[in-house]
């Protein structure tokens, strides 16, 4: 996983938190500009390099490399938090209790159920959050109104959100009287509860049925499952990931 051992100038600190687990490299840039990383005994700064005799510390406690690649599909429960902070008492890490530092890929709001990667990979991570690939998100929603044709023509097309902003167009069909199936190439803050707001309706359940590739099919809420070697080459696949 790490070209820490093969290259004379090591490897980039951003990349090494990653590898180690600890966060996406995103996360890692905003833990080293925080002062929250060191190297060898010095805070470090961005662009930092780990050689192989480098000792790295995230809020004083030594870290490493894992070498297992981890990537789990778990159906989150509503009411859990997407969160590693263990002075939440609903985070998602506690809950999950994994025996390996891992963290969730992205975020679904604690309302909301359904599928969450999670993963020790900080290169897999970045390439499924970059918002200008588009990755797709499914989601099944349940609604407190009856769903109409108008509705679902709406939805599909940019709806204006609070902060300004217009979603992309998207897919939307109705599934149930007051349910319809939504796919998604973004990623906004609480997107689809928003974006139902605009037209008078509130959301009673959602639940992440999918991303990319991985599904919630047969998994039980609040259990997890390591991917299949088909799927994790498929995912790899899609994200330009050397799957060797």
């Known amino acids: 996983m790490s070209d ?47 050689m192989p ?24 429960p509503a009411g859990i938090t997407c969160t590693s902070n263990p002075d939440d008492i609903d985070n998602v890490i506690d809950f999950i209790g994994y025996p390996k530092r891992i963290y969730s890929i992205g975020r679904l709001d604690k309302d909301s159920e359904g599928l969450l990667l999670m993963t020790n990979n900080g290169e897999l991570a970045d390439g499924i959050m970059r918002s200008r690939y588009e990755h797709e998100k499914e989601y099944i929603v349940t609604v407190d109104k009856n769903v109409t044709p108008e509705f679902i023509t709406g939805m599909s097309k ?12 998207c897919f939307v069909e109705q599934t149930g009287i007051k349910e319809f199936r939504i796919i998604l190439r973004q990623g906004l803050n609480r997107q689809i509860r ?21 599904t919630l099919n047969g998994l039980k809420e609040g259990r997890y499952r390591n991917i299949s070697k088909s799927e994790r080459i498929e995912l790899h696949h899609c994200l330009d990931i050397d799957n060797g």
Request: with cysteine.
């Open 158 to 169: 940019g709806v204006p959100i609070i902060d300004g902003r217009i979603t992309k167009e």
């Open 53 to 76: 005799d480098t000792v790295v510390c995230v809020e004083g406690k030594p870290i490493k490399r894992e070498e297992e690649d981890i990537i789990l599909a778990f159906y989150k």
């Open 194 to 214: 928003r974006m139902c707001d605009v037209f008078g309706f509130n959301v009673v359940k959602l639940v992440r049925i999918r991303v990319m590739n991985i």
């Open 4 to 50: 820490i051992g093969e290259n004379p100038e090591g490897v980039r600190l951003n990349k090494f938190i990653g590898e180690a687990g600890v966060a996406s490299r995103r996360a890692a840039d905003r833990m080293i500009e925080d002062g929250l990383v060191t190297i060898n005994g010095r805070v470090a700064v961005l662009g930092d390099r780990v």
